[in-house]
């Protein structure tokens, strides 16, 4: 009875808690069911989760503090809501790179080994960014696993049957899918981000014609969950063109990304 009127008085006061909000990269009103305040925590929770069921992270401190300076260089020159944010890379062969709610990004060994530049890394990374400043990830798990079942494996307590639900709902975040429209704006916004942070915008162009090649010899994981959008490679090009065509100075980075990631990974 107890555990009835508990999981009642959640549900009444995220009921109370739940509404539209504005999308800073769209400008939009969207209907969001998960404050915003719980998304650090349902970060937290399964970031460790998610690490474990990926093969937990490189051993390389060397490359790992790579990979956060170029994410923090991102986030000093955007808009990225107040949380603490965390660049890691995972030792997984998949070809991949996902989001949690409140700052986490991750990316895979499998995906590192792909890239060639810094800017190239930037380019997924700002991609992740802006499915967290969307709050694309948290409306993806109201959407898919349900603000409840979610919200209260956070709160539960280190029973086996909490650490079993945990284990279970990390595995869906995981495999969450994004709407075409939600990987649009990430490409665009991340693109604006990238170049916000000094990187050569090219390498958005770059990675995912590169995935999309791999794409048709093989199916990639980072399509299964960031399905393509139509003609992806011809409008990022064609904000290229037209935004940051006259740009100059800006990043790439090969020398350094051989350095810092490949050199590491061979």
Known sequence: MAKKLWRLILCLSLCFCTGCEV????????LMLIPEQQDVALGRKYAPEVEKQMGGRIPDQGLQDYIDRVGQRIIRANYTRNFEYHFVALNHNSVNALALPGGYVYITKGMLKQLTTEAQLAAILSHEVVHIVARDVSAAISREIGIEIALSAVTSKKTSGGILMA?????????????????????????????????????????????????????????????????????????????????????????????GVLSTLR
């Open 23 to 30: 999308n800073p990269i769209t400008g939009q009103q969207e």
């Open 167 to 259: 284990t279970d709902i990390t595995h869906q975040i995981v495999g969450l899918r994004f709407s075409r429209r939600d990987e649009k704006d990430a490409d665009l916004g991340g693109l604006d981000y990238m170049v916000q942070a000094g990187y050569n915008p090219n390498a958005m162009a770059e990675v995912m014609q590169m995935l999309q090649n791999m794409q048709t010899t093989r199916p990639i994981e980072f399509f299964s969950t960031h399905p393509s959008p139509e003609n992806r490679v011809g409008y990022i090009t064609e904000r290229i063109q037209t935004r940051y065509y006259n740009l100059t100075g800006l990043k790439s980075g090969e020398q350094d990304y051989q350095s």
